[in-house]
């Protein structure tokens, strides 16, 4: 198993990339989407994060998406479904998602 990390455990361009690497060249067959609860990315907004580091670092980042979010299962199934729409990962890879309660160390699958 290849294990992805990044804020939020979004799916982006570059986690496709890395997607594609593993199963085309080292034959994993199967994704899971793990979010948390009390995730940081649920702490901001697009808009506000851009102001906030346009304050603090002097950078304009106006129109790039952080990709936060507010609920956490929407979140799964919204990267869930990126992964299905995505031409490089095939149809026959079997995708789930699930959500790391911190409170409790419980992960539950989300419904698709
Ligand atoms: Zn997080």
Redesign the pocket.
Known sequence: AHILRN???RVTDDVIRSLVISQQQLGTREIVVL??T????QSFTNEAFAAQLERDLGVSVHGKDFLPFSDVEESVREDVRKLRESPLIPDDIVISGAVYDVNTGRISEVTL
């Open positions: 804020a939020g455990g979010h948390h009390d995730c940081g990315a």
